[in-house]
Every structure is written in structure tokens, then in C-alpha cells.
């Protein structure tokens, strides 16, 4: 199979088809590259200089202004040129221009000089259960630091896009004021659309859509406003796929390797490095494509459902993902020793028939056995395990000196301002706020570090409350801490191999936007956890049939920041729903019904882990996550610091792979 088959196969296994939401964006790519003439050549667009002989520039980015300025100095360089090579400049917005775009490139004297022109890629569908918007990580600190609500107009543009190809949300519930606005600006373009198309029935007949009738697959649309639960995303991921995000950086899907990891030098059955003493195999896999001298080179590989082995560890807790590794070692390595009971023809046959296939398992093997290694390179470090004690310690309300002490000799000794931003605000928000003596003197000593410019960023962290002083007597009365208990977010004697709740994810802590989800899901029931064995399920059933929204959880939804709300969408059933209702009815079907969750201002893979545990244990509903991008705590707080250089920063998600150049040459050149 292709490899471009091969990376499309993981889409379009659920009721959704999600493979929808690639196709609307790739019916309009080929027009913006002119196909006619071939794209040569593809540049990150990250400086202001640029060397090419081509006749055709397509520049395709972000509407930010940084952008603006590398385009205006590339458009005055390569203008100088004689009139035989004089370049031509095409510009196009993902998703749209913004004013202030164009009047940088108006002042700059180069906007007649460019056609410029908007691509809305609106979703990029990473997995079955997992849209992104993959805007640029800092939307949770433009909405409520810098006033700037564009991500949310952007979010209402994507999810409008969404009901016009499944249907209206019956259904919307969220938490939170940015959520609130989200909602309110759905419900408001809906009916703008609805008098549009009944003013032009021309733009209704040659732009069909569902937003007439209400989805009949999508039953609930929950909304998650970052704002409400900022302690999770400041905690270590602990999921594997979780933690490779944290060490390595997951980058739209793609994980950076060592080249020789990923194409080694000689097969990998004489000599690469392997997990247990049967992990070798006596068959090797077929020698891949190499480069010469490619010691300390990087290669992009891919991480998504294509890979059969990492499906199966990438939300595994990474404690039990040594032994998975072992026990698939010794499987393929009892799979290669078949080879010697193969006597008759069929027999080799047959072996011979699912070669390619071990092959290919154990190539993957390997080079997750080799990414296991890195991760456990930082796990097993004094660092990491202080680091991760001091966040379960916090977390868990443990109010003591160890904490304290531990994050000013990190101090003392330089490390990351970013890890110990993460832990200062992990601790200020558990226990709303710190002491006043203690955060002046963390203050203090930051800045004399650190450097007087991040007076700055301490002061953005206490606008946002992430850092702030203690307004309540006791750590017991801040609005997490009574959440923790109401929320039940600390669970002790957690199974990490056979978990039965969410909490396995963090070693025992369950994700709060998890649990809160749980509640407009109603699947929170009261009294203990259970342990283990089949009662675990009563944990996830429902109360009652049809979920109740909000219903009673008022009191712990008023200890956390901004509005609840739930929206009903009524309209009369079109056409086409109607039609799909009466075959279900008259066939006897059912359909699984989706929840899309929403996660406005970013998401963590460990949350989409927690989910995705929500969905094994309800066989009678798939679970949707989307986001506007996929965060960490590096990428989460990086925005808010200030002078922070980008090179320095070798952890975290990046933003749109749209903040590129691609250069269109033509066919004589």
C-alpha cells in the first residue's frame, strides 16, 4: 500500500467519517497551488531572507504580523531582480486576512506588489476521535490577557463548518465565559445563515448544507473553556503518548527521531538496541532508505493510528509500557521461529504471506523501544521524580516545606523558568494563592535570576491568576481544593495496568475538565469509587436515560470561573435526516450517537487519553474531541513569558504547518 493510503487509512472508521473534513480543505489547496504547473519546492517561512530562482511564490501563513514583515522583506529582495526573473507573489490567510496584516504589508509599500487571497482550513483531522484547529498556542492567554477574542470567532467559523456537514448540535452545554461567547456567537450565525438562505435560494441551491435540520449522529456539544481547569495542562503527562509530547514535542502528529532510529544504518536484527532478552528477532525487517553520516540528524516521523503498536501504548500509563514492549517482542519473536515448523509448500506459503507484515511490526518495535529508552533517559532522573513529587504532592493538598524548598533550588541552581513557572503556578492555584511572604520572596529571587524583564511576565501571570497571594485563610478553602473533593480528583490505590477511572492518566489524579465532562455526561455518580472488577462500570453508566446537562452539579460548577450554560437547538428535520430516520426505523438500526467535546484555548494528549477511557466503557456512544490546539505546559506558558527565544525552546507543539511557503515554479524553469 501507498504510503498516502497508508496515512489516510486511520480516518473514517466512525459514523462521522472524518475523512469529510480533509476533503473539503483539499477541494480547495489545488486551486491556491495551480496545479497546472507543480509545486517545487516547500520553505518554512521563519526568516527574512530567501534565496530561489523561481517565477512563482505561493505563500500560505497565519495572519500575523511577524509573518508579514519576513513576506515584505522577501517581496523588496527579490524585486531588485532584472525584468527577465521578476518573481510573482501570491498570499493566502489561514483562515482568513486580518486589517492589520494588510496594512503592514501597505506600509512596508509591497501590497500592490502581492494577490492576496484566504484558504480556510478550518479542521485538520488527526485521528478518528481528534480535530484540531492547530492555531498557535498562546489563544488561552489572547482571550483573557490580551482582550483579543479572534480565536473564538475563528472557532465559531470551524464549528459552523461542522454543522454544515453533520447536522446541527441538538445540544450545546459549556463552562466558562469564553465558552459562553463561543455558544452565544453559534446560535447567532446560525440565524444569519438561516436568512440568508432564505433571502438567496441561490446560495442555498449551490452551497448545500445541514444547517436546517439537526444532526443525527451528533446528540451533545460540550464546550470546555481552558479557563476552568489550568491545572491540569501545568502537571507532567504521564500517558506515553503524553510523554514523548513533553521530552520530544509532538508537532501535528510528527514526533522528531534521531535518523538512525528511524532509518537505521544495518538491519535491525544485527545490532540495533533492544528491550529484554527477546526482543531480538532471528528474521530482520527490510533495510530502509538511508542517508550517509546521518549521526545527529533528525528525522519527522509520523505518531497516528497508522501504527498498529503505538494505537495500543500511546495511552497506556508509560509505567506498564515496558512490559507491553516485552510481551510484543517475545510474541513477533515467536512468530519469526514459525518459520522453521514451515515443512509443506502452503505452510511456507502462508509464512511467507505475513512476512511483510511482521516486518513491519517489528520495525515499529524497534523504534518505539528506542523512543521508550529516550523517555526513561529523563524519567529516571533525580530531576524529573522531585519535579513530579512536588506536582502529586500539590495536587493532592499536601501544604508542607518540601515543595517550597524544592522549587528555590531550582532557582538557585538556573533551571527552566519555564519548569519552575510550571510548578509556582501549579502550587498558587491548588492552594489559591500563595502566602505573602513566601510570594514575595519567589518574586524576588526571580527576577534577580531570571532577569528584571520578566517583572513583565510575573506581572501577566498575576493578571491571569496564576500567581497570585493567598485571599483565604487555609489552602482547604481555595476553589480547587473544594473541588478536589467534590470531584473526587485525587484517587488512591489508582491501577495503572487495568485501570477503572480517568485518574490513571496522572498516576491519581483525574484530569478536572475530564470530571467535568463526566458531569454534562452525567456518568459521575455519587458515593465511592469503585476498585476494580465489573462493578467499575457502574462508575460510567448513566443516571436515567438521556443526560441532564448541568443537573446537580450547580455547586461544584460555582466554585469554577465563568458561566454555565446548556442551549437547545430546535428546528424541523430535513429532508435527508428524515429519510436516514426512516430507514433506521425501518430497518431496525440504531445509530451510535457522537458527543463532540471542545476544547476552547488547547487540550493535552493525556486529557484526550482520559477521554478516549470514557468511550471503552459507553459502547453506546463514540466521543469526538476537538480543540483549538494540542498544548503542554511548556507550550501552554510560553506565550505568557517574556524575551523567552524561540531556539531555546526545544520542547512542545508547534503551530499550523500552514506557516509555510511553497514555491510554485514553472514548467520551462
Known sequence: MSATK?????????????????????KELPRLLDTDHGVEKIYHLDSDTLDTDCASLIYICRPKMKYMRFIANHIKQLSQRSEDSRTEFSLYFVPQRTRVCERILEEQGVFGSITIGDYAMDWIPLEDDLISMELDPGTWKEIYLDGDHTSIYYAAKSLMKLQSIYGLFPKIIGKGDAARQLADMLVRMRREQAVVDEVSSFTSS???????????????????????????????????EGLIDETMGINHCFVELDANLVNPNQQAGSGSKQTGPNTQSPAAPPPVTTTSNQSGKKKKYVLNATDKLFSQLRDQNFAVVGGVLNKIAKRINENYEERHHAKTVAQIRDFVG?????????????????????????????????????????????????????????????????????????????????KVKLYDFFRREIIQTYGYEHIETLHRLETLGLFTKRTTATPSRSAFSQSRRLLRLIVDDVDEIQPNDISYVYSGYAPLSVRIVQCAMQKLGGGSLPT????????????????????????????????????????????????????????????TKTTVIFFLGGCTFTEVSAIRFLAQHDESR???????QMINGNTFLEPIVESIHKESSSHGTGTVSGNGMTQNSSPDL
Not at 444532526?215 to 500517558?239: A, E, G, K, M
Not at 529516550?374 to 493532592?396: H, K, P, R, W
Not at 463514540?622 to 483549538?628: E, M
Open 206 to 240: 449551490k452551497q448545500p448544507s445541514l444547517l436546517n435540520s439537526v444532526s443525527n449522529h451528533i446528540d451533545q456539544f460540550i464546550i470546555i473553556d481552558r479557563n476552568i481547569d489550568i491545572v491540569t495542562p501545568l502537571c507532567t503527562q504521564l500517558t506515553y
Open 354 to 434: 505475513r512476512l511483510g507484515e511482521l516486518q513491519q511490526e517489528h520495525q515499529s518495535l524497534r523504534i518505539h523501544t528506542g523512543i521508550a529508552e529516550q523517555i526513561m533517559e529523563y524519567t529516571i532522573t533525580d530531576e524529573f521524580n522531585s519535579i513530579l513529587e512536588v506536582q502529586q504532592n500539590v495536587v493532592a493538598g499536601i501544604d508542607g516545606n518540601m515543595e517550597p524548598d524544592y522549587i528555590e533550588e531550582m532557582i538557585n541552581k538556573q533551571k527552566s523558568l519555564i519548569q519552575v513557572l510550571r510548578l509556582l503556578c501549579l502550587m498558587s492555584l491548588a492552594q489559591g494563592g500563595l
Open 6 to 26: 497508508d496515512n489516510a487509512s486511520h480516518l473514517g472508521n466512525t459514523p462521522l467519517h472524518l475523512e469529510k473534513l480533509k476533503e473539503v480543505a483539499r
Open 622 to 628: 463514540d466521543y469526538l474531541v476537538a480543540t483549538t
Open 532 to 591: 476494580s472488577g465489573p462493578s467499575a462500570a457502574s462508575l460510567f453508566s448513566y443516571v436515567g436515560g438521556v443526560s441532564n446537562g448541568w443537573r446537580g452539579y450547580e455547586e461544584v460548577l460555582k466554585l469554577l470561573p465563568g458561566k454555565s450554560f446548556e442551549i437547545t437547538q430546535n428546528v424541523e428535520y430535513g429532508a435527508e435526516t428524515n429519510a436516514a430516520m426512516a430507514r433506521a426505523r425501518r430497518h431496525g438500526m440504531q445509530h
